[in-house]
């Protein structure tokens, strides 16, 4: 089993930007993909970003060009996203996971991923 515990969700202004990170520990040398996902009250959750051991990424269309994924194997494996230029719709829990399957280039369903942190709360205020 993988504990997965995000950080670094807060309040800002639309145009800032920010760093979201996932600290990754137990079992992690199956975690195969990680990634980004996020949720509103009321809507399903929804992928943003993943990256697998090949460090082949895969972005949700409203994101790309402001979102990157990345993953630091030797510093304790963590996760992190950083975001720019945030904007009101942005506004959601964020949550880190990790799936024992590769990506491939796919955000993969919620389905695919074996592993859930509890989430870190980013509201962009316009």
């Known amino acids: 089993q993988v504990h997965l515990v995000e950080s670094g969700g807060r309040s800002v202004q639309a145009g800032w930007s920010l760093r979201l990170s996932c600290a990754a520990s137990g079992d992690t040398s199956r975690t195969y993909c990680m990634g980004w996902f996020r949720q509103t009250p009321g809507k399903e959750r929804e992928g943003v970003a993943v990256?697998?051991?090949?460090?082949?990424?895969?972005y949700e269309d409203s994101v790309k060009g402001r979102f990157t994924i990345s993953r630091d194997y030797v510093n304790k494996d963590t996760l992190y996203l950083q975001m720019h230029s945030l904007k009101p719709e942005d506004t959601a829990m964020y949550y880190c996971?990790?799936?024992?399957?590769?990506?491939?280039?796919?955000?993969?369903?919620?389905?695919?991923?074996?592993?859930w942190g509890q989430g870190t709360q980013v509201t962009v205020s316009s």
């Open positions: 996971a990790a799936a024992r399957q590769y990506c491939s280039g796919w955000l993969r369903p919620v389905s695919w991923y074996s592993d």
């Open positions: 990256i697998d051991l090949h460090g082949t990424t895969a």
